[in-house]
């Protein structure tokens, strides 16, 4: 199932996987819906089963910078629902018809609380992959810092 | 204790800080002293108590951004120890003598392993953390992005 291979389910046990994919719901998506906006409650998590996603970041009032296209089955968004304060922090949109697993932060709560060792993993699971984006961010900063300063001494 | 009031420890109960410190050591610091360097392996986490330590990233051969610098007791640095591959993606250097705890991965791990809901705490504090410096360095993105954009239009 696409949703096992979701990043946030890697290293729990068949039995927990079970526990998580029978809260989860199907979804249909059209081409051009947004799925949420930045700065919104936080109230689930998506996980993509079929289609394309764009997740979008506001720089003016007028204009989406986007932050990444997701297109493999299994790829996950939405997962501020899972901490503090639950705003999401992206716009997600849809680019091409599909379908997503969602589950709702309330009943993932839920099992976590039932099972700490199966909140100790996803929590892991998702430090780890929030860590790999600061990273990717902190590149991308890089190269915009040095392409400013050729600006700047030219 | 200073210990305590790290972020990473929000949440747990006080048996659960108990443990958690009687697994840590201090260890002074002098001013000018590399305590890792960005690429190392990560293999223990540090936490302030006294003087001020300064984060960096390398932009080219010869030169280090500055990420942040650490002044408040608490102050938390290190922590890809507590995530795979345990790499430190950021270099720490002391800027003013003072004295740090040191909590070594393994000792943390045994702890998380005991006690899974500890680590589920632990880890949800991280992810959270992960996930605020993530919006702080794409609002960094966007700030330098514009600027960009006026200086290419110019």
């Known amino acids: 199932m696409e949703l096992c291979s979701c990043y946030l389910l890697q290293g729990l046990t068949e039995d927990q996987k079970n526990r998580v994919t029978s809260v989860s719901k199907e979804t249909a998506m059209e081409s051009g819906q947004r799925i949420f906006t930045e700065g919104d409650e936080a109230i689930a ?82 430090a780890e992959y929030f860590l790999k984006r600061l990273k990717e961010s902190r590149q991308e900063l890089k190269v915009l810092f040095k392409t400013l300063l050729r600006y700047t001494r030219s």
Chains 1, 2 share one sequence.
């Open 45 to 126: 998590l998506h996980i993509l089963k079929e289609g394309a996603v764009e997740l979008m970041t506001v720089v003016e009032n007028d204009f989406e910078m986007p932050v990444a296209i997701l297109r493999n089955p299994g790829d996950c968004f939405g997962t501020p629902a899972l901490l503090k304060p639950h705003v999401h922090s992206l716009t997600a949109r849809c680019v091409e018809k599909g379908c997503l697993f969602t589950i709702k932060q309330f009943d993932l709560q839920k099992q976590i609380k039932d099972d700490p060792a199966l909140g100790c993993v996803i929590m892991g699971n998702l």
